[in-house]
């Protein structure tokens, strides 16, 4: 299945919110190219730390998993054992083209239609929120995590990747001018720019590090550190002892 250039912002969409439907769906892997600087760094990176950290005959949680990109990475840096690989996402456009472009891999990926705040997870050695948390409204993300981290074995680990903000407003415009910049030189206009921002305004709601460790740690998990920033992006690494 090719991949489609991300012309969405380029004409008129219909009023209201971003919503990840067959539109975004049909040009994802081009928008996060274009979109996340360091996108495919942090795929690598996913790779090295399933590799290190998924534990034999435990799951891996992809929430969130749109195209499965996440997903795919970790299993082929896990792909010497045996694990479940289960991706959600409350995208049924996702999950129907997670289904067709993954339908060969081993093990068979489960692929969920759903609500991830309504996903147990249990026997977890690897969960993965892969620019995800930033879409959940702020009032229930500490919630989340801290399912997240119940069902994580001992040893497990979260990732986390946001889109993140920063408290000092010259250091955040700063970065917001940088990662601009990065759009432009990936060759979207500054109105394709302004109007995907205003799309995203009140949907993608982005949090400060010291936030995110914070909640990390209040969830019961330890040793928060970030393995990846790129201008206002940023992974973290979690560990429950």
Known sequence: ???????????????????????????????LRRSVPGYGM?????????????QPGSRVYDLGCSLGAASLA???GAADREFELIGVDSSTAMIQRCEQRHADR??????????????????ASLVMLNLTLQ??????????????????RPGGVLLLSEKIRFDDSREDDGMTALYHDFKRANGYSDMEISTKR?????????????VHRRRLRDAGLER???WFQCFNFAS???WKS
């Open 74 to 76: 970790a299993m082929e």
């Open 106 to 123: 081993h093990p068979v990926p489960e692929w969920l239609c759903g609500d991830i705040r309504e996903i147990p997870i249990e026997n």
């Open 135 to 152: 879409f959940i409204p702020l009032e229930q993300r500490h919630g989340l995590i801290e399912g997240i981290a119940a069902g994580l």
């Open 236 to 238: 973290l690494l979690a």
């Open 42 to 54: 942090m795929l690598d990176g996913i790779r090295l730390i399933a590799r290190r950290y998924v």
């Open 198 to 210: 205003e799309a995203l305004e009140n949907v993608l709601i982005p949090e400060t590090l010291a």
């Open 224 to 226: 928060a550190q970030c």
């Open 1 to 31: 299945m090719s991949d489609t250039t991300d012309t969405l912002f380029t004409r008129p969409r219909s009023p209201g919110a971003f919503r990840f439907d067959e539109q975004v769906a049909e040009v994802f892997p081009d928008m």
